[in-house]
């Protein structure tokens, strides 16, 4: 069955600092991989998108994929209020998505 | 970016009553959309997959007979939740793509409350 694992939060972080997610996945030929923000009554919001081995970053929002540990994550640099939500990796597998249990993050003022 | 427009946002309704939920993609053509459904505090659920033209594929204990899916165009697909009862309330939000391994755009989602 294939499967993907998020750290379980909730994860409390103070305004400026970093906030780091972690996320694992059993299909070993996955390609795409994909963070999701959801604010509270909302429907996912893209954030970021990785498909190669290592870093990519995109303002605040770094992703680090490894595909030989079948592990991606995502940080979030200098966290604010406005980052309080819950993040969903998302593993593509035959073009449909596999998502994980979602991590709550709050920032805290 | 690719944007999905999804209507309505918000139905209140009696047991029994059938709700149309529609999904556009409003500037990319649309292969393949998705309906999800997300209760409080789980994650998303993929309820059916929908090409335009052909059946949809539906996930396993999702009733076909209940969610009807019809994806008449590249740019819509619609969800019709058949006879709906209070079980059925929830968050269903769908999803679309261009091609296969680019990211999926998701609508704004549509509270359904049934009393």
């Known amino acids: 069955q294939k499967e993907v694992e998020q750290n379980s939060g909730p994860l409390s972080v103070p305004e400026g600092a970093i906030a780091s997610l972690n996320c694992t996945y059993s299909?070993?030929?996955?390609?795409?991989f994909f963070w999701y923000r959801q604010y509270s009554g909302k429907s996912p919001e893209l954030i970021m998108s990785?498909?190669?081995?290592g870093d990519k970053e995109d303002g605040r929002f770094t992703a680090q994929l490894n595909k030989a540990s079948q592990y991606v994550s995502l940080l979030i640099r200098d966290s604010q209020p406005s980052d309080s939500a819950t993040y969903l990796c998302a593993v593509n597998e035959d073009y449909k998505l596999s998502f994980g249990a979602g991590t709550t993050v709050t920032v805290r003022a | 970016g690719a944007v999905v427009s999804q209507h309505p946002s918000w139905v209140i309704c009696k047991s029994g009553t059938s709700v149309k939920i529609e999904c556009r993609s409003l500037d990319f053509q649309a292969t393949t959309m998705f309906w999800y459904r997300q209760f409080p505090k789980q994650s998303l659920m993929l309820m059916a997959t929908s090409n335009e033209g052909s059946k949809a594929t539906y996930e396993q204990g999702v009733e076909k007979d209940k969610f009807l899916i019809n994806h008449a165009s590249l740019t819509l697909s619609t969800l019709t939740v058949t006879s709906a009862h209070p079980e059925d309330s929830s968050f269903y939000i769908c999803?679309?793509?261009?091609?296969?391994?680019?990211?999926?755009?998701f609508g704004d989602g549509t509270r359904l409350s049934i009393l």
């Open positions: 999803s679309a793509i261009s091609t296969s391994n680019q990211p999926q755009h």
């Open positions: 990785i498909y190669s081995n």
């Open positions: 299909d070993r030929v996955s390609q795409s």
